[in-house]
């Protein structure tokens, strides 16, 4: 079962995920590593080529920088430990391919939650998912429900959607949707919460510590959003990329997104994900993220050898 609900995503809706790796935010004026390196980055960018950096140049150098990076979360083996991890938070389990067809209505104000990254028809991300996947494969038998999609697009609406639980789990069995799912995933937030980790210049689990958050709470820059988180956590220390120590770092960010799912405005209060996972592989030093890891999430025990 499904712990908690998706992200509530301020966007307006738009055609394909990859807004996501452009401008997750389109209210602000940039979010930062996204549309374009932080200013921390664009300084160091400028201050190391011994001129004016202009925006191509620091986004130019800041992606020369990330090239150098070793894989960290991306490299297959720590991408796998990720979604597994992501799972065991969301839906109890490891096994995280057995969720394609997963779709439930959570009466959380987000309309259904489906698939491998909890999608919500409130939150416009599984509107997204829908309309790419269906500019490819127009014949689905989830492009019926676009027009309703659209219309329950930003609130916790089901109507006109009757029969769309059937659907979405039949199309399941289709390997295409499947791949639309994982790309789905990783364009809104797997590929943008690891690449501003290293513009940040955090390790394997810091690299993870972001797309959980990223998954969680959305890419928006709201108080308990992901940028907004990072700011909140900016505030008590500096990333390991400004100079700053990347375990003190780290503590402040989960500090701060402890806080917002505490206060919960749009969460299940419950902080284990942070409390006796995340936490716990940072205090034993596990910054590469290694195996065997042991944590619980909702008092749940799960274990992965190494």
Same mark, same amino acid.
């Given at each position: 079962?499904? /712990?908690?609900?998706?992200?509530?995503?301020?966007?307006?809706?738009?055609?394909?995920?990859?807004?996501?790796?452009?401008? =997750?935010?389109?209210?602000?004026?940039?979010? =930062?590593?996204?549309?374009? =390196?932080?200013?921390?980055?664009?300084?160091?960018?400028?201050?190391?080529?011994?001129?004016?950096?202009? =925006?191509?140049?620091?986004?130019?150098?800041?992606?020369?920088?990330?090239?150098?990076?070793?894989?960290?979360?991306?490299?297959?083996?720590?991408?796998?430990?990720?979604?597994?991890?992501?799972?065991?938070?969301?839906?109890?389990?490891?096994?995280?391919?057995?969720?394609?067809?997963?779709?439930?209505?959570?009466?959380?104000?987000?309309?259904?939650?489906?698939?491998?990254?909890?999608?919500?028809?409130?939150?416009?991300?599984?509107?997204?998912?829908?309309?790419?996947?269906?500019?490819?494969?127009?014949?689905?038998?989830?492009?019926?429900?676009?027009?309703?999609?659209?219309?329950?697009?930003?609130?916790?609406?089901?109507?006109?959607?009757?029969?769309?639980?059937?659907?979405?789990?039949?199309?399941?069995?289709?390997?295409?949707?499947?791949?639309?799912?994982?790309?789905?995933?990783?364009?809104?937030?797997?590929?943008?919460?690891?690449?501003?980790?290293?513009?940040?210049?955090?390790?394997?689990?810091?690299?993870?510590?972001?797309?959980?958050?990223?998954?969680?709470?959305?890419?928006?820059?709201?108080?308990?959003?992901?940028?907004?988180?990072?700011?909140?956590?900016?505030?008590?220390?500096?990333?390991?990329?400004?100079?700053?120590?990347?375990?003190?770092?780290?503590?402040?960010?989960?500090?701060?997104?402890?806080?917002?799912?505490?206060?919960?405005?749009?969460?299940?209060?419950?902080?284990? /994900?942070?409390?006796?996972?995340?936490?716990?592989?940072?205090?034993?030093?596990?910054?590469?993220?290694?195996?065997?890891?042991?944590?619980?999430?909702?008092?749940?025990?799960?274990?992965?050898?190494?």
């Amino acid at each position: 079962m499904k /712990r908690v609900g998706c992200v509530l995503l301020a966007l307006a809706p738009l055609a394909t995920a990859a807004v996501f790796l452009l401008g =997750p935010d389109p209210e602000a004026d940039r979010v =930062p590593g996204e549309s374009g =390196p932080s200013s921390s980055a664009a300084a160091d960018g400028a201050a190391e080529s011994g001129r004016d950096g202009g =925006p191509d140049d620091a986004d130019r150098e800041t992606e020369e920088r990330i090239a150098k990076m070793p894989a960290g979360l991306a490299a297959p083996g720590k991408k796998e430990l990720a979604l597994q991890l992501a799972a065991s938070a969301d839906n109890s389990t490891l096994e995280w391919r057995t969720l394609y067809g997963y779709i439930e209505d959570l009466q959380d104000g987000r309309g259904y939650t489906a698939g491998i990254a909890g999608f919500c028809t409130g939150t416009h991300d599984l509107l997204g998912l829908v309309e790419r996947y269906s500019e490819a494969h127009p014949d689905n038998g989830l492009a019926a429900y676009l027009p309703a999609l659209r219309e329950v697009d930003g609130s916790d609406s089901l109507e006109g959607l009757e029969g769309f639980p059937e659907a979405w789990e039949a199309e399941a069995e289709v390997p295409a949707f499947r791949k639309a799912q994982e790309r789905e995933r990783d364009e809104r937030y797997f590929d943008p919460a690891v690449r501003m980790a290293k513009i940040d210049g955090l390790g394997t689990l810091g690299q993870f510590v972001y797309y959980d958050a990223m998954l969680l709470h959305g890419p928006g820059k709201g108080a308990d959003s992901f940028y907004g988180i990072r700011a909140a956590a900016l505030e008590k220390a500096e990333t390991k990329a400004a100079g700053g120590d990347e375990r003190a770092y780290l503590e402040a960010f989960l500090d701060a997104r402890r806080a917002v799912i505490r206060e919960g405005k749009r969460f299940q209060r419950d902080t284990s /994900r942070v409390d006796s996972a995340q936490r716990v592989f940072l205090r034993n030093g596990n910054l590469s993220l290694s195996t065997p890891l042991t944590w619980e999430i909702y008092g749940e025990r799960f274990h992965l050898p190494g």
